[in-house]
């Protein structure tokens, strides 16, 4: 097993737009800043020139400056979603992964760009890890309300490969590859075992042993060559393909197939879920792991989205906290703080899933309920000062509770 890694604006999807006065071209930030007008497109230009001369300490500071624009200009949720939709593929990106052998290579997204126009890949590409630099929130009126921020970008990128290289206890020097086109990709392509480059920036192109591909479908040969060698020759080998076929062969028709029916089959699930999703009472379920990854990377749906339609209970937080607050707004879900001596087992019986803040519960009622009913699906979630990557670690665990 291997992880694919993977940059997003310009390598998963075709960055369309350059304005002039700018570097490199981009799928999202740039089409924004055109979007709102002439105004905003030279104020666009400026954050870049500050970029070039090191004016913003890191990469966040760009991001916030950007983010500043799109506020004084007022980006409105319908342009925003548009240019998500808009966003098309990259050269064989959707049959490469019909083709890709899921039992060999984890897919994983790592981007400087929106969480937003990840969640659509994951969703219409069948991919698990996805980790964004900016989410958009957008208030009932349509104006961005809020967002929320990661350093998932230049070196940070290099962050969230490794979290899941020690959750998989993968190999950093043998046991992934990387497929990017920026210079903001060189940091994380320099330590690759093999790094492709699709139409790459020249800084990217400089990478010694970099493999230039046009589409997608080129990298298929190296990943199966992959699937073959031992750690000790990944290396080694890059480079001794240059052209490709389609194979034509019933293991790649199966790939394709298994890849069709798991998206019938998540279709129907979310169909399903639209309506009402409840927990059969005499399945038995155990406390649902969660790691460090499921508060960072992007849920495939929103958490309010998977909660419709379920009970679901968290337990736990502090009234003052501001956690408490904002998760206090979902209709589908009821908020207990942890001191709240109202609380009895019987509310667990009829419900679908239990939140417990961890450190923070001292409730009897629920191990007296989980002792005794272990049809009660529960995960444990650790403190965070975050509340955005709180909400990530629910929908993550929710949607892994619900589709898997």
């Not at 126009?117 to 009126?141: P, T, V």
């Amino acid at each position: 097993m291997k992880l694919l890694v993977m940059d997003v604006e310009g390598t998963l999807f075709k960055a369309t737009m350059k304005i002039d006065g700018t570097d490199y071209p981009s799928t999202m930030w740039q089409p924004i800043a055109y979007a709102l007008g002439e105004a905003a497109m030279e104020e666009e230009r400026e954050t870049h020139k500050k970029w070039d001369n090191l004016e913003y300490d890191n990469y966040m500071e760009w991001v916030k400056a950007t983010i500043d624009i799109h506020r004084k200009y007022s980006l409105k949720k319908e342009v925003f979603d548009r240019l998500i939709k808009k966003a098309e593929y990259s050269e064989g990106v959707e049959e490469f992964f019909r083709q890709l052998n899921r039992n060999e290579w984890i897919p994983v997204l790592i981007s400087g760009g929106f969480q937003n126009l990840i969640r659509r890949a994951q969703n219409e590409l069948d991919i698990d890890y996805g980790f964004g630099a900016c989410e958009y929130y957008f208030d009932d009126y349509g104006y961005l309300e809020h967002y929320n921020l990661q350093p998932s970008d230049f070196d940070g990128k290099l962050k969230f490969l490794d979290n899941l290289l020690r959750e998989y206890k993968l190999n950093r020097k043998t046991d992934w590859v990387f497929i990017g086109d920026g210079k903001n990709d060189e940091a994380i392509a320099r330590q690759a075992p093999r790094a492709f480059g699709i139409n790459p920036h020249k800084k990217l192109r400089e990478i010694e042993g970099l493999i230039e591909v046009t589409s997608f479908l080129d990298m298929i040969p190296y990943l199966q060559e992959m699937e073959n060698l031992s750690p000790k020759t990944v290396k080694e080998s890059a480079g001794i393909h240059k052209s490709y076929q389609k194979p034509e062969n019933d293991v790649a028709m199966l790939h394709q197939r298994i890849f069709e029916l798991k998206s019938e089959v998540r279709r129907l699930k979310q169909k399903q879920n639209s309506q009402k999703v409840k927990v059969e009472s005499k399945i038995k379920l155990e406390a649902i792991r969660v790691s460090e990854i499921d508060y960072e990377k992007t849920p495939r749906q929103s958490l309010q989205e998977l909660m419709k339609g379920l009970r679901v209970i968290f337990l736990g937080l502090d009234e003052n906290c501001t956690a408490f607050q904002r998760l206090s707004r979902f209709s589908d879900l009821r908020v207990i703080s942890g001191i709240d001596n109202n609380f009895s087992a019987d509310a667990l019986q009829s419900i679908d899933f239990l939140f417990i803040y961890k450190n923070h519960a001292a409730h009897s009622a629920i191990w007296h309920a989980l002792a005794n009913n272990s049809t009660i699906p529960f995960c444990y979630l650790s403190e965070h000062t975050n509340d955005d990557l709180l909400e990530n670690a629910m929908a993550n665990v929710l949607y892994r509770f619900i589709y898997k």
